[in-house]
């Protein structure tokens, strides 16, 4: 393993999505053109999503940094950004997530919305006839509700036990929510060149683009026709063993592209990220060499698509459990 390649890369990534995100936030400030003000909010919305999921994810895995302060103060900035509560998702991610993917009952990810069904396991209900049709409509509300909603009902789930850190914990998620509020809202509301409502609507416009875009690309890794869904026995064993689990649950894709990895940040290595999350991305294309070998040599054989090939997958699957009992 190469840290100075690996810390030179990290570096440079900082200093390019850094440099696009202040950029982008700046011109909210300059730009005077209605149509183009929205654009570019959209833009930064994105931009704010790609910082979460080329260091923010990695950084709540300590595998950046590898100094738990460190790694967790520039992970919590980053998801500030974006208006998520950071210590619920990490708690819900690290604990739930990674120990058993696409397990019901384990797998907290699995409870995004009734409205869509993937487990094959969960109530069909009529309307999931129709999920492929609307469930991109369904997923553009998704971070919207997540900022304004969500974190509001979860917050006390995740609440330390003892009573020592709660005074921090319950400041630390209200002055989250106020800095997401006030810097994409009240400021750019008495600064900006444009109209509240504009902003307003500019804000409202970011949060569909930046929804669909993140729920697409998550749901991809995990969630594409072929995709496994283990079971748990009665006495509490889930049917598959925690590796073939990790594998069977994950789709790649581009698993071998630099560009890829530069751009998606790991996210398109999911097996490799769930088998090794201790190791962050710059490794991930050299490292499925590797490991593709080894599962292919023994008849284990990774699910891997395009991410257009990934997103016509989930939709496949999204029918197909809409019409199975």
């Not at 931009?47 to 950046?64: E, G, K, M, T, Y």
């Not at 009952?105 to 999920?131: C, M, W």
């Not at 400021?187 to 804000?203: C, D, E, R, T």
């Not at 769930?274 to 050299?286: A, S």
Request: glycine content about 4%.
């Amino acid at each position: 393993m190469n840290k100075k390649k690996a810390n030179g890369y990290f570096l440079f990534k900082a200093l390019f999505y850094c440099g696009l995100a202040i950029t982008s936030y700046s011109l909210i400030f300059v730009i005077t053109n209605p149509v183009l003000f929205v654009l570019n909010f959209m833009l930064f919305g994105f931009l704010a999503v790609l910082l979460c999921f080329n260091f923010a994810h990695d950084l709540s895995h300590h595998s950046i940094i590898k100094k738990p302060f460190w790694d967790n103060l520039f992970f919590e900035i980053i998801y500030t950004l974006v208006g998520a509560h950071p210590e619920a998702w990490k708690k819900r991610h690290i604990n739930s997530h990674h120990f058993a993917p696409n397990v019901e009952n384990f797998d907290t990810d699995l409870s995004i919305t009734g409205l869509i069904r993937v487990l094959p396991t969960s109530e069909n209900k009529a309307y999931h006839k129709y999920q492929h049709i609307y469930a991109s409509f369904a997923y553009m509300m998704y971070s919207i509700y997540w900022v304004l909603i969500k974190d509001f009902i979860v917050v006390h789930k995740f609440a330390p036990k003892k009573k020592k850190g709660l005074i921090k914990y319950y400041l630390k998620f209200i002055l989250v929510k106020a800095f997401y509020f006030s810097y994409l809202l009240v400021v750019p509301i008495y600064f900006s060149q444009q109209s509240a409502y504009l902003v307003i609507f500019a804000f409202v416009a970011m949060h569909l683009f930046q929804s669909l875009y993140t729920l697409y690309t998550f749901f991809i890794t995990h969630h594409v026709s072929g995709s496994a869904y283990p079971t748990v026995k009665t006495e509490g064993l889930i049917e598959t063993s925690w590796f073939m689990n990790q594998i069977k649950s994950s789709n790649d894709f581009y698993p071998f592209s630099p560009v890829a990895n530069f751009i998606f940040g790991g996210v398109n290595c999911h097996v490799a990220h769930h088998l090794f999350p201790h190791i962050n991305h710059f490794y991930y294309p050299r490292l499925n060499k590797i490991l593709y070998a080894r599962l292919l040599e023994n008849n284990i054989v990774p699910s891997q698509t395009t991410y257009g090939g990934g997103l016509i997958s989930h939709l496949k699957l999204l029918k197909e459990r809409g019409q199975s009992n």
